[in-house]
């Protein structure tokens, strides 16, 4: 099968001008077929300040009532997805912008209220992947680019995780690709001893895993990370590579950057 | 040759909620493929009132500044775009949202300066369009929307007008298409006396266009509208239709709404 780089980035990168434009230039240098899915950033709640909109959280979680759904509609699917795209597009990468209602690509549906009303989030629906279209505008070249937001198929535009989209995206289309899930993230890799920054895991399985989690060297923040990596891999996800965003471009082959996850 | 039409709808309809849903609802009903230009609207405006922006005009038409390109990159390209776009696929359409940056859709120069500096407004590249990318999409029974904003091909949006956007777009795909140019405006299409508004011109070619032109009946303010028709058909496209929105949905053969151009 030939290869699919799911590449996400976070908001730490997309906050800062130097840091984005060095990784756009990693991302151009990828060779395989790839997709980015990228996250929000401070910029919203920077607007939204202006506006009068307040942020709004819970346990870490923003609540997405109406207003802040038409912030985020605005920033993230408006002001920076056109301009990571356009700036792709500069440098001879063909994207090509989405939120989950374009072309019905993703579908959600918004979170049920239990103890918490997050509001407008969405919880993506594993079969709501439109695969087809995905795959076509691969084989044509393109490069989609997609911004955390899905639709419910009713109107309803929703909030949705980046991270989460990226796993979806990534588990659905390991039927036709053999796929790497990239997660672009502030340190060099899975650090086997949190007070080393040099100890990066460079390959971890999940037998090297669970000893790593019996020695208790591991940073406890990093744990659902390598968790979801796993669900992924399971779930059909070739590997699962972490590190930093402007190391991308280091990626050819044994010679990666960051940790490898793999069955 | 299959039909194509190329449905613009102006910002006054985008503004209100009741009108635009009745306009969503008869372009569903249109059973050709179809592409949708939608013009930005006074929501722009009015967020830009609430973030500071000023919006500043000079012969009616809109400067384009810094703050006003990531407004309306915001506004048009990210808030109107999706909540179109969703709101059609809950009607049944596989509608995808565009800037002329995804898949490089739609290239344009910046606005040269002479006595006056529009700033980050773009004038389109007649060779600009990826007509390739943009048959694919058809074909796959996808219904584009733009949004009116293009880019240079480096790195820089550019607030277009969607008039033009339209117009161009309909000239490039008459190369595949027998394409009907449709303007959607607040009349029930040109009136062959301004004075009367029942007095709407079914069919009009440059010979009755001379004809009303030397009895001076027509409207000023819909002559450049009627130039740019007699424009884009002598470039290729097959008629261009005017008339009101919501008429829409009776455009079966002969039995059009509005005034139909046509050489």
Do not use: W
């Amino acid at each position: 099968m030939e290869k699919l780089f799911v590449i996400k980035v976070g908001g730490n990168v997309i906050d800062n001008k130097d840091a984005l434009d060095e990784f756009l230039q990693a991302f151009v240098s990828v060779n395989e077929k790839k997709i980015l899915i990228h996250g929000g950033g401070k910029i919203a709640t920077s607007i939204g300040d202006r506006l009068g909109i307040d942020s709004k959280y819970i346990n870490g979680r923003r609540i997405t009532d109406e207003a802040t759904l038409d912030l985020v509609t605005m920033v993230y699917g408006g002001l920076v997805n056109k301009n990571i795209v356009a700036a792709l597009q500069a440098k001879g990468v063909n994207a090509i912008g989405f939120t989950g209602a374009d072309g019905n690509i993703l579908r959600g549906v918004k979170r049920p209220v239990k103890e918490i009303d997050y509001g407008f989030a969405g919880d993506i629906e594993e079969t709501g992947v439109a695969t087809d279209l995905l795959k076509q505008l691969l084989e044509s070249g393109l490069a989609p680019v997609f911004a955390p937001l899905v639709h419910n198929g009713e109107g309803q535009m929703l909030n949705t995780n980046a991270d989460t989209i990226a796993s979806t995206l990534a588990v659905a289309m390991s039927a036709y690709y053999e796929v790497r899930l990239i997660y672009c993230f502030e340190k060099k890799g899975i650090l086997g001893n949190v007070e080393d920054e040099n100890s990066v895991v460079k390959n971890l399985d999940k037998k090297l895993y669970q000893e790593m989690l019996d020695s208790r060297k591991l940073f406890e923040g990093i744990l659902p990370k390598i968790e979801n990596a796993f669900k992924a891999i399971d779930a059909g996800v070739k590997e699962v590579l972490i590190g930093d965003a402007k190391d991308l471009v280091n990626n050819a082959g044994k010679n990666h950057f960051g940790t490898l996850i793999s069955n």
